[in-house]
């Protein structure tokens, strides 16, 4: 079935750029996401991607997707406290659009 | 744009009752909304979505009569769990898309905050 997977921890300086990785596992997947969930809150959409794309950018954040190894990432230039939180990648196949999950990488930010 | 509001955000109650969680597009039309179950540390469980109109397709080993969904207008959807026990204590999140056409992502409301004493 299909599969998401990303690394649980991600501890990086303050200024420095962050880059969280996923992998998944379906290749007629359409469109993948990512999502930041900050602590006792929803989630808010950081930004997706077409399957036919290559990369994505919108200020500090840069989505890469390498669609012949099923990984895709996202990077944070400049990290800063507040980016602290836990990111989910997901992603879509169907015309139900429902999302399959990663476990979410939480994001820790060293002073 | 793409705001869902979701309330409460917190509730106790004691075990036995029943509570009702609202979630709204507050300005989009959602055709689909869907309804989330997260645990401690973990990642977001699909329980159903929630069709305007049309019942609610439930994802297996959710009880039905337990979860009970309603969705009776385009940016409206509410989520009642009946007979509450201190297991279905957990944070609920829902989520609406946009009836537009194209690839419209999921929005999320902040999520409801679930205790069962």
């Known amino acids: 079935g299909e599969d998401v997977e990303q690394s649980l921890f991600l501890s990086v300086r303050e200024g420095d750029s962050s880059v969280i990785n996923c992998t998944y596992t379906?290749?007629?997947?359409?469109?993948l996401y990512w999502y930041k969930q900050e602590p006792g809150a929803g989630l808010q959409l950081l930004t997706y991607?077409?399957?036919n794309m290559d990369m994505k950018q919108d200020q500090r954040l840069t989505v890469l997707l390498n669609k012949k190894d099923k990984h895709l990432s996202l990077r944070i230039a400049d990290t800063q406290t507040g980016d602290s939180a836990i990111y989910f990648c997901?992603?879509?196949?169907?015309?139900?659009?429902?999302?399959?999950w990663g476990a979410g990488t939480k994001l820790i930010i060293k002073p | 744009g793409a705001v869902v509001s979701q309330h409460p955000s917190w509730v106790i109650c004691k075990s036995g009752t029943s509570v009702k969680i609202e979630c709204r597009s507050l300005?989009?039309?959602?055709?689909?909304m869907f309804w989330y179950r997260q645990f401690p540390k973990q990642s977001l469980m699909l329980m159903a979505t929630?069709?305007?109109?049309?019942?609610?397709?439930?994802e297996q080993g959710v009880e039905k009569d337990k979860f009970l969904i309603n969705h009776a207008s385009l940016t409206l959807s509410t989520l009642t769990v009946t007979s509450a026990h201190p297991e279905d204590s957990s944070f609920y999140i829902c989520?609406?898309?946009?009836?537009?056409?194209?690839?419209?992502?999921?929005?999320f409301g902040d999520g409801t905050r679930l205790s069962i004493l």
């Open positions: 989520s609406a898309r946009n009836t537009g056409t194209g690839n419209q992502p999921q929005h």
């Open positions: 300005d989009f039309q959602a055709t689909t």
């Open positions: 929630s069709n305007e109109g049309s019942k609610a397709t439930y």
């Open positions: 379906d290749s007629s997947s359409t469109y």
């Open positions: 991607i077409f399957s």
């Open positions: 997901a992603e879509t196949m169907d015309s139900n659009y429902q999302l399959i």
